[in-house]
């Protein structure tokens, strides 16, 4: 298997502007996470999907944040009006089912810097 | 409710053992433990399913004592590359938390020569 795949990795953006990142997950995984981690922080949850359908969102996501799935394989995230504070490591995660106990598996991450 | 993970840091000489806990307040399903070098992902290391389950990965291995909602991750002769921080995630028991993880604030290892 490919590992997930996000892009870009690397993103600087004025403080309003939008961004989107992309996630691909390890194939045929129905179980998509999105986590953000800030540095010396524990990744924190965001958001998941099984399939297509987002079962889960965290208080952490804003309503300027929204993230999708459309047909259960990649997924996206988009903040609008970024500000300094979303300044972080976006993590995409991925596993087979959303059953208990399932492995879970990273991505290398995308980072975003709003100046 | 984040894991809390103990210690903070540690420092430690090639060869050298350590043992990183990790307590939930919460009943746990699972415990999964990573690894993370400076601006990479964190990697799987294993997960642990039930309570007194113990595994291991080469040098390293870890205990899940499901009734004290405790794990701790045993790392032996440490070597060079063990250096990173350490993170515990937690699987709690029931209803739709499963699948997601809530991870400790992470334990930096640092080994030296």
């Known amino acids: 298997d490919t590992g997930v795949s996000q892009n870009p990795r690397h993103k600087i953006t004025k403080r309003g502007q939008n961004v989107t990142f992309r996630c691909d997950p390890i194939s045929e995984h129905n179980r998509l996470y999105w986590y953000r981690q800030t540095l010396g922080q524990g990744p924190e949850f965001l958001t998941y999907f099984q399939n297509e359908a987002q079962l889960e969102k965290s208080r952490l996501l804003s309503d300027r944040f929204s993230a999708e799935r459309p047909k259960g394989s990649f997924s996206t995230l988009e903040i609008q009006r970024t500000e300094q504070g979303d300044s972080a490591m976006y993590l995409c995660?991925?596993?087979?089912?959303?059953?208990?106990?399932?492995?879970?598996?990273f991505g290398e991450g995308s980072w975003l810097t709003v100046v | 409710q984040q894991p809390v993970q103990s210690p903070q840091a540690v420092i430690l000489r090639e060869g050298e053992d350590a043992v990183i806990n990790c307590s939930s307040s919460k009943a746990l399903y699972s415990v999964h433990w990573y690894r993370q070098k400076h601006g990479e992902a964190p990697v799987f290391l294993m997960i642990?399913?039930?309570?007194?389950e113990q595994k291991g990965h080469e040098k390293i291995s870890a205990s899940f004592n499901e009734k004290k909602q405790q794990s701790s991750l045993y790392l032996t002769a440490s070597q060079l590359s063990y250096s990173g921080t350490y993170f515990c995630?937690?699987?709690?028991?029931?209803?739709?938390?499963?699948?997601?993880?809530?991870f400790g604030q992470g334990t930096i290892l640092t080994v030296h020569p």
């Open positions: 642990l399913l039930k309570g007194g």
């Open positions: 995630g937690t699987e709690n028991a029931g209803g739709t938390s499963y699948g997601k993880l809530t």
């Open positions: 995660a991925s596993s087979r089912t959303g059953g208990p106990g399932n492995t879970i598996y």
